[in-house]
């Protein structure tokens, strides 16, 4: 399995359509959906900052992930180009695989 974790720090003034285009029945969960490898998006905000976010996207494995950005790379760098405004900041933590 990857789990891909991206860190963000919300707009003070855009939070709440951060939250909105982020959760798990948002804009980027419906277009992953469109992959069978897809299994969810989780979003997950700060105790103490409410500006910072993590979003955790769970798949069946890193090749499929990539493969499925390549082949619908427009509609996704659309979807990024629409984010970028509620964000300041965006960071890739990392890739992972859980451990059993």
Do not use: N
Not at 9 to 17: D, I, K, L, N
Not at 18 to 41: K, V
Not at 44 to 58: E, G, I, N, S, T
């Amino acid at each position: 399995m990857l789990v891909v974790v991206w860190e963000y720090r919300a707009r003070p003034e855009r939070v709440q359509e951060f939250e909105s285009f982020y959760r798990p029945d948002g804009p980027w969960s419906e277009l992953f959906r469109e992959c069978p490898a897809f299994i969810s998006i989780t979003l997950m905000k700060d105790l103490r900052d409410p500006l910072r976010f993590l979003v955790a996207d769970r798949w069946t494995s890193e090749m499929v992930y990539e493969e499925f950005k390549r082949g619908i790379a427009g509609r996704y760098h659309e979807l990024s180009d629409r984010g970028r405004r509620l964000y300041e900041r965006e960071t890739e933590i990392g890739r992972f695989d859980f451990l059993d």
